[in-house]
């Protein structure tokens, strides 16, 4: 079975671009989560959906960052614009019951 | 207060010896948790999850839950050199399964051969 799919797998780019970081959810999953780790701040969930509906968006940063689910097989994190404090691996996660799986993550550099 | 502690480590150990990783939370309410396992530069794998008071055992791994303590801890018997890798403990805040999964920082563990 297909797992969490995420796109890039690297990004980088200068500070003040906008980044667009894709998902694809495991078929099946009704939740879908976005997290992001850095060193200093470990894993913060940044956001969750739940049957395509954001449920909690108390972990994003500021207005910099959205997030939209528009179908179960699809997701996206946008950061617009893009601060070098904003490098980090950003991993996208989905459940069907408890369990929350991971995608391999997207490594993002802002220059 | 952090709703999810861990010890940073690294917990070192030899060998062949058990290594216990423990975990604390913050919500009564949460029902649900789980034990990921990172490798570096890798995503969290999940290994172990446990939803009732007392021991859970999967090979050579238990989980151990004490609600009333507010008490998580993995237990790995036989540690291997493969087994050194970052301990994530999660605690869904939450009681249904669309809850928040939190993480604490993780533990360091180091299996020296």
């Known amino acids: 079975d297909a797992g969490v799919i995420q796109s890039p797998r690297h990004e980088v780019t200068e500070m003040g671009q906008e980044v667009t970081l894709r998902c694809k959810p495991i078929?099946?999953?009704?939740?879908l989560f976005w997290y992001r780790q850095t060193m200093m701040r470990g894993l913060e969930l940044l956001i969750y959906?739940?049957?395509?509906?954001?449920?909690?968006d108390s972990g994003m940063p500021e207005d910099r960052f959205s997030a939209k689910m528009p179908n179960a097989s699809f997701s996206t994190l946008k950061i617009q614009p893009s601060e070098p404090r904003d490098s980090a691996v950003y991993f996208c996660?989905?459940?069907?019951?408890?369990?929350?799986?991971f995608g391999d993550g997207t490594r993002l550099s802002i220059l | 207060q952090k709703e999810v502690e861990q010890n940073s480590g690294p917990l070192s150990v030899p060998e062949g010896a058990i290594a216990s990783l423990n975990c604390t939370y913050s919500?009564?309410?949460?029902?649900?948790f789980f034990w990921y396992r990172q490798y570096s530069g890798k995503s969290p794998e999940l290994i172990m999850f446990?939803?009732?008071?007392g021991d859970k055992e999967d090979g050579r791994f238990t989980a151990q839950l004490n609600k009333a303590s507010q008490y998580v801890s993995l237990l790995i018997r036989d540690s291997q050199p493969s087994d050194s890798a970052t301990y994530l403990c999660?605690?869904?805040?939450?009681?249904?399964?669309?809850?928040?999964?939190?993480f604490g920082q993780g533990t360091t563990l180091q299996v020296k051969p």
């Open positions: 446990i939803y009732s008071n």
């Open positions: 919500d009564r309410g949460s029902q649900s």
């Open positions: 959906f739940n049957n395509n509906v954001p449920i909690d």
């Open positions: 999660a605690v869904n805040f939450g009681s249904s399964n669309t809850g928040k999964l939190i």
């Open positions: 078929s099946g999953h009704n939740s």
């Open positions: 996660a989905s459940s069907g019951n408890r369990e929350v799986h």
